[in-house]
């Protein structure tokens, strides 16, 4: 056998082995997209449809074979239009870039501490509050139905929103490049059966717009008097300062930014245990 026929053979294998591998890998990403989501069932419903359509041919069943095979023709359609959500979302996935908060500067630094500390004044006092932080994709829709602040994300200004009685406790605030765009806003509800049945409107809230867009939603639950976290569809819940804060430099930070050394303060009167603050970090932009 000569050289070139050894390499067409090789070339031949590799491109085979490439091939497959390359199918199993999209396979594995489409399976865990749809894992867990209401896609499953749906699936399988559709299954169930393809297995009749040729049971009926088998058996000479020529009205039903008729009518599943006409409905088949527009089975592409019907993919498109059931799991829009999931597709958009990987879509999304595929194409978009890193997206980082705005922490070019040691006081976008300081809005995003401020955040956390808000959350945790608000979790001693057990006051309820949705913050949801845009990255890539625009919430613009969202903010136009809320009521428009364009402020500074600070801590007393997040506490004072979310207070009890107050006209804009109620919905979601939008963080938009470090800024709060809008408060009192109204986000779209997750109907996913792997939400815990459990939780209240403001996580399902979370989770949903997550679903839908690549936000990160932080939910402060009045009842329970802890944090959870929605990315991506997914509730990362009980969350301490530490957990809280790691996660959202991990989320909204570049690789290059310094990330923040916890420590812990002493107690104060009134709110309990003063929130973890951050050291400076050497490198993390000067103003």
């Given at each position: 056998?000569?050289?070139t026929?050894?390499w067409g053979?090789?070339?031949?294998?590799?491109?085979?082995g490439?091939?497959?591998?390359?199918?199993?890998?999209?396979?594995?990403?489409?399976?865990?997209?749809?894992k867990?989501t209401?896609?499953?069932?749906?699936l399988l419903?559709?299954?169930?449809?393809?297995?009749?359509y040729?049971?009926?041919?088998?058996?000479?069943l020529?009205?039903?074979?008729?009518?599943?095979?006409?409905?088949?023709?527009?089975?592409?359609l019907?993919?498109v239009?059931?799991?829009?959500?999931?597709?958009?979302?990987?879509?999304?996935?595929?194409?978009?870039?890193?997206?980082w908060?705005?922490?070019?500067?040691?006081?976008?630094?300081?809005?995003?501490?401020?955040?956390?500390?808000a959350?945790?004044?608000?979790?001693?006092?057990?006051?309820?509050?949705l913050?949801?932080?845009?990255?890539?994709?625009?919430?613009?829709?969202?903010?136009?139905?809320?009521?428009?602040?364009?402020?500074r994300?600070s801590?007393?200004?997040?506490?004072?929103?979310?207070?009890?009685?107050?006209?804009?406790?109620?919905?979601?605030v939008?963080?938009?490049?470090?800024?709060?765009?809008?408060a009192s806003?109204?986000?779209?509800?997750s109907?996913?059966?792997?939400?815990d049945?459990?939780l209240?409107?403001?996580?399902r809230?979370a989770?949903?717009?997550?679903?839908?867009t690549?936000?990160?939603?932080?939910?402060?639950?009045?009842?329970r008097?802890?944090?959870?976290?929605?990315?991506?569809?997914?509730?990362?819940?009980n969350?301490?300062?530490?957990?809280l804060?790691?996660?959202?430099?991990?989320l909204?930070?570049p690789?290059?930014?310094?990330?923040?050394?916890a420590?812990?303060?002493?107690?104060?009167?009134?709110?309990?245990?003063?929130?973890?603050?951050?050291?400076?970090v050497?490198?993390?932009?000067?103003?």
């Open positions: 056998m000569s050289l026929e050894i053979w090789a070339r031949g294998h590799l491109l085979d490439a091939d497959i591998a390359l199918i199993t890998f999209i396979m594995y990403r489409i399976i865990l997209m749809l867990g209401r896609a499953v069932r749906i419903g559709l299954a169930a449809i393809i297995f009749f040729f049971f009926a041919q088998r058996v000479g020529v009205a039903t074979s008729w009518l599943l095979s006409n409905f088949l023709l527009y089975a592409v019907i993919v239009i059931i799991f829009q959500n999931e597709i958009r979302r990987a879509l999304w996935e595929m194409g978009r870039p890193p997206t908060f705005d922490v070019g500067t040691r006081g976008a630094l300081g809005e995003l501490e401020e955040i956390i500390r959350t945790q004044l608000m979790v001693a006092r057990k006051v309820g509050a913050i949801v932080i845009e990255r890539q994709v625009g919430l613009r829709d969202y903010i136009e139905g809320g009521v428009t602040l364009d402020a994300a801590k007393d200004l997040l506490l004072t929103l979310f207070l009890p009685g107050t006209p804009l406790h109620d919905g979601a939008i963080i938009q490049k470090g800024r709060v765009a809008a806003c109204l986000l779209p509800l109907h996913e059966s792997r939400v049945l459990g209240g409107t403001r996580h809230a989770v949903g717009l997550t679903e839908e690549d936000a990160v939603v932080i939910v402060v639950s009045e009842e008097g802890s944090v959870s976290l929605a990315v991506a569809g997914e509730l990362r819940r969350l301490d300062a530490t957990q804060r790691e996660q959202l430099y991990g909204l930070t690789p290059r930014q310094g990330r923040p050394v420590r812990r303060a002493p107690k104060t009167d009134g709110a309990g245990a003063e929130p973890v603050q951050a050291a400076p050497e490198g993390a932009g000067q103003p």
